[in-house]
């Protein structure tokens, strides 16, 4: 179990930069979640995968935002024409049907500029 | 949708005990707690998965109210270690993703 990866850690970008973030989640793990937590707040729901179907993403959530998780591997989440508003950790996270917990990830820190 | 956690911030000598409490408005399948640390990720403490019932971890341990929708998290004779953001994150009933939903946290600090 080398637990969830994720890349890059920190990511600092102008305003109006499009932006990529991977996540490599545990192996057998065929739910994938996407979360965004700010200075002070719980994470936030963004999205979730089961398997390569994105089956759920908030209503909250702009369409600059896109996931992807194809063969159900790796996951993406890009942000495109980033705002100073985008800035925060985003966590990427995963588990198994068989068991109730949730793994997180380290995150990747954005600052957009 | 989020459950309301309090209190919202709790400081404590090193043996001192706290009640962490985490309440939602929906019907819940489980309450889950995280301990994160200042720049890190949530760490799973303990699932709660029926009602009334309490789960352990070391001198952690939390009950789970179905009826009331009310999880709380005791921490007792508290160490330094303890202290960090405590959240509870919120398995709505019938919500087939199995998606966390996370209260704002209780920031928990030990002092010497």
């Known amino acids: 179990d080398t637990g969830v990866s994720q890349n890059p850690r920190h990511k600092i970008t102008k305003r109006g930069q499009n932006v990529t973030f991977r996540c490599d989640p545990i192996?057998?793990?065929?739910?994938l979640y996407w979360y965004r937590q700010t200075l002070g707040q719980g994470p936030e729901f963004l999205t979730y995968?089961?398997?390569?179907?994105?089956?759920?993403k908030s209503r909250l959530l702009s369409d600059r935002f896109s996931a992807e998780r194809p063969k159900g591997s790796f996951s993406t989440l890009e942000i495109q024409r980033t705002e100073q508003g985008d800035s925060a950790m985003y966590l990427c996270?995963?588990?198994?049907?068989?068991?109730?917990?949730?793994?997180f990830g380290s995150g990747t820190q954005l600052s957009v500029l | 949708q989020q459950p309301v956690q309090s209190p919202q911030a709790v400081i404590l000598r090193e043996g001192e005990d706290a009640v962490i409490n985490c309440s939602s408005s929906?019907?819940?399948?489980?309450v889950h707690w995280y301990r994160q640390k200042h720049g890190e990720a949530p760490v799973f403490l303990m699932i709660?998965?029926?009602?009334?019932e309490q789960k352990g971890h070391e001198k952690i341990s939390a009950s789970f109210n179905e009826k009331k929708q009310q999880s709380s998290l005791y921490l007792t004779a508290s160490q330094l270690s303890y202290s960090g953001t405590y959240f509870c994150?919120?398995?709505?009933?019938?919500?087939?993703?199995?998606?966390?939903?996370f209260g704002s946290g209780t920031r928990l600090l030990v002092r010497p």
């Open positions: 995968f089961q398997n390569e179907a994105q089956l759920e």
């Open positions: 929906k019907a819940l399948y489980s």
């Open positions: 192996s057998e793990h065929n739910r």
């Open positions: 994150g919120t398995e709505i009933f019938g919500d087939s993703s199995y998606k966390l939903i």
């Open positions: 709660l998965l029926k009602g009334g």
């Open positions: 996270a995963s588990k198994s049907d068989d068991n109730e917990k949730l793994f």
